[in-house]
C-alpha cells in the first residue's frame, strides 16, 4: 500500500513538472515568435527593395532599347498591354509591372500571383515619337509623391514630381482597406499621387506599403550616356 500510494504520488508531481514545463516553452516560444515575424517581415520588405530596384534597371534597359518605357500590365499575364494604353503627357496609365516584357522575376515576397503595381507617364510610352530631354508630363498626367507629412498629396510633403514612372507593393498588409490609413487610401485611389513614408503599425497612422520613383534626371541620363538621347 505503501509503495502503491508513493507510486501515485510521484505520479502526480510529475504531471506538475510537465505542465510547468509546457508553460515556461509556452512563454518562451510566445516571446520569440514575434521578433521572429518582425525579422522576417523585415526580410520580405528588404527583398522587395532589391526587386523594385531591379525593376527600375529592368525599365532604364527597355528604354534604352526601344526608346520608350512599356504600357503596364492589366490583365496579370505579365506583358505589356499597348491597347488602351495612353500615349499623351497629359494621361497615366496604372496596372501591374509587365515582369515578362522586362525579363526580371514575377510576383512581390508577399503575394506571388501579383507583381509590382506600376504607374507610367502617357508621354514616355509612345510607339510613334520616342520622349526626348524635353518630355514631361501635363495636368493630370504628372505623377507625383509626397511624404505624407503634410496631409496626404498636398501641402509641402512633395519628394518628387513629374517623374516618368512610379513602382509600389502594397505589402504585407493593405491598410487602406482594413484599417483607415488615408496614407494607404491614397496609394489604391488609381490617381496621379503616391505616398512614400516610413512603415508604422500605429492605429490609424498604419502603414507598409513601399514605393519607389523612377527620376528623369537618372533616365535622361542613361540615354545620353548610351547615345540615345539627345
Known amino acids: ?22 508553460l515556461i516553452i509556452g512563454l ?20 522587395a527593395q532589391e526587386a523594385m530596384q531591379a525593376a527600375q534597371e529592368a525599365l532604364i ?32 496609365n496604372s496596372g501591374r509591372l509587365p515582369w515578362a516584357t522586362l525579363g526580371v522575376q514575377a510576383g512581390d515576397p508577399w503575394d506571388q500571383s501579383r507583381s509590382f503595381g506600376y504607374a507610367v507617364n502617357g508621354a514616355f510610352i509612345s510607339t510613334a ?4 530631354l524635353a518630355t514631361t508630363g501635363a495636368g493630370s498626367g ?24 512610379v513602382l509600389y507593393t502594397d505589402a504585407k498588409n493593405d491598410y487602406g482597406l482594413t484599417a483607415g490609413s488615408r496614407d494607404e487610401r491614397e496609394n489604391s485611389d488609381n490617381d496621379n499621387c503616391y505616398i512614400s513614408r516610413s512603415y508604422s503599425t500605429v492605429a490609424g497612422n498604419e502603414f507598409d506599403d513601399l514605393v519607389v520613383w523612377l527620376s528623369p534626371n537618372i533616365l535622361f541620363n542613361r540615354m545620353v550616356a548610351a547615345g540615345r538621347l539627345p
Open 28 to 47: 518562451l516560444l510566445g516571446g520569440l515568435l514575434l521578433p521572429l515575424s518582425k525579422r522576417v517581415e523585415q526580410e520580405r520588405r528588404t527583398v
Open 61 to 92: 534597359g527597355f528604354a534604352l532599347s526601344t526608346g520608350r518605357l512599356p504600357c503596364p500590365d492589366t490583365n496579370n499575364d505579365g506583358l505589356e498591354d499597348l491597347a488602351g494604353c495612353r500615349q499623351v503627357n497629359t494621361a497615366f
Open 142 to 165: 504628372v505623377l507625383r509623391v509626397y511624404d505624407g507629412a503634410s496631409g496626404g498629396c498636398s501641402g509641402s510633403g512633395q519628394v518628387a514630381v513629374n517623374v516618368p514612372a
Open 1 to 22: 500500500m505503501n509503495k502503491s500510494g508513493k507510486h501515485h504520488r510521484l505520479s502526480g508531481f510529475t504531471l506538475v513538472e510537465m505542465a510547468v514545463v509546457m
Open 129 to 132: 515619337t520616342p520622349f526626348t
